[in-house]
């Protein structure tokens, strides 16, 4: 398993391991050995800083489509629906 070679070398992980432990999806093993990576090796201390700055950048990123899309969709749905709807 690839996490019996991490437990002994901290530098070894990588970054999708450090998400899973920010995303809580690492098993108690595993993450018992990254919070014990962690506190030997300042960088990847740094690299998990850098992760969770992204997420939190992410976090505040909203998209939403433009208000002239979505009136041109409202336009187009209101121009081509029928007459009347009963018949």
Do not use: C
């Amino acid at each position: 398993m690839f996490w019996l070679n991490k437990i002994a070398m901290a530098s070894v992980y990588t970054p999708e391991d450090l998400l899973l432990y920010l995303y809580k999806e690492t098993t108690p093993e595993q993450t018992a050995a990254i919070e014990k990576a962690l506190s030997e090796d300042w960088t990847l201390r740094e690299k998990l800083e850098v992760l969770k700055a992204a997420g939190n950048r992410l976090e505040k990123f909203s998209i939403a489509p433009r208000t002239e899309s979505v009136l041109n969709i409202l336009h187009y749905a209101a121009k081509s629906q029928p007459a009347n709807p009963l018949n």
